[in-house]
């Protein structure tokens, strides 16, 4: 891990979402603290979420032990405290505003997406988010890099516990460039994210 993810403390620590990190990843999504208990972060996949919290976690593991859905999670200690989820489109396929951000498309798709970058209570404005969206840009950077959407609203559209796709500052400052308006607030950001390899050693 290197110094180059934006974090404003040392004791955020970025790991991607796998086996090894489950169990913290879980926690967050079981709890209550300022989460939506029963959602899971699988709404932005094909099969979307049900009104079955269970199901839906069962469905999210699959997907992790499977190597089928991607995020960036950010740590203190062994506490998830927030994350990036990110994709190519045949994995985060559903997005908000999606009628109206695909009537407005004009070229190809992005090469990839990101889905949900959301803070855990008690821990926002602390650079949290910031960290979990450079570390997703960094994951993608080892995975070919590409051409990066994003589709944040700005602060104060929505209260701080709805802004799951993130927020229009946080992108921009880490390179995103508008492109167009869906919805009220929606934005469709984009960066393109050069290719590095993994890491090695």
């Known amino acids: 891990m290197t110094d180059d993810l934006a974090t404003t403390t040392a004791a955020l620590v970025v790991r991607p979402l796998d086996a090894a990190t489950w169990?913290?990843?879980?926690?967050?999504?079981?709890?209550?603290?300022?989460?939506?208990?029963?959602?899971?972060?699988?709404?932005?996949?094909?099969?979307?979420?049900?009104?079955d919290?269970?199901?839906?976690?069962?469905?999210?593991?699959?997907r992790v032990l499977a190597g089928t859905t991607h995020a960036a999670l950010v740590l203190v200690g062994d506490?998830?405290?927030?994350?990036?989820?990110?994709?190519?489109?045949?994995?985060?396929?559903?997005?908000?505003?999606?009628?109206?951000?695909?009537?407005s498309q004009d070229g190809p798709l992005p090469d990839w997406r990101i889905g949900c970058n959301y803070v855990r209570a008690g821990h926002r404005r602390q650079g949290v988010a910031t960290a979990?969206?450079?570390?997703?840009?960094?994951?993608?950077?080892?995975?070919?890099?590409?051409?990066?959407?994003?589709?944040?609203?700005p602060a104060g559209a929505v209260p701080a516990g709805f802004l799951f796709h993130g927020v229009l500052s946080t992108f921009e400052r880490a390179g995103f460039v508008r492109d167009r308006p869906i919805g009220k607030h929606r934005w469709v950001v984009t960066k393109t994210v050069e290719p590095t390899g993994p890491p090695t050693g």
């Open 23 to 51: 169990d913290a990843f879980a926690e967050l999504c079981a709890s209550s603290d300022g989460y939506p208990s029963g959602c899971w972060c699988i709404g932005f996949h094909d099969e979307g979420t049900t009104r």
């Open 53 to 62: 919290a269970a199901c839906n976690r069962e469905r999210k593991r699959d």
């Open 79 to 103: 506490r998830c405290v927030g994350w990036c989820q990110f994709g190519p489109v045949s994995e985060v396929v559903r997005i908000k505003n999606r009628r109206q951000y695909e009537s």
């Open 132 to 153: 979990a969206l450079h570390g997703a840009l960094r994951m993608i950077a080892e995975a070919g890099g590409g051409r990066v959407e994003g589709y944040p609203e």
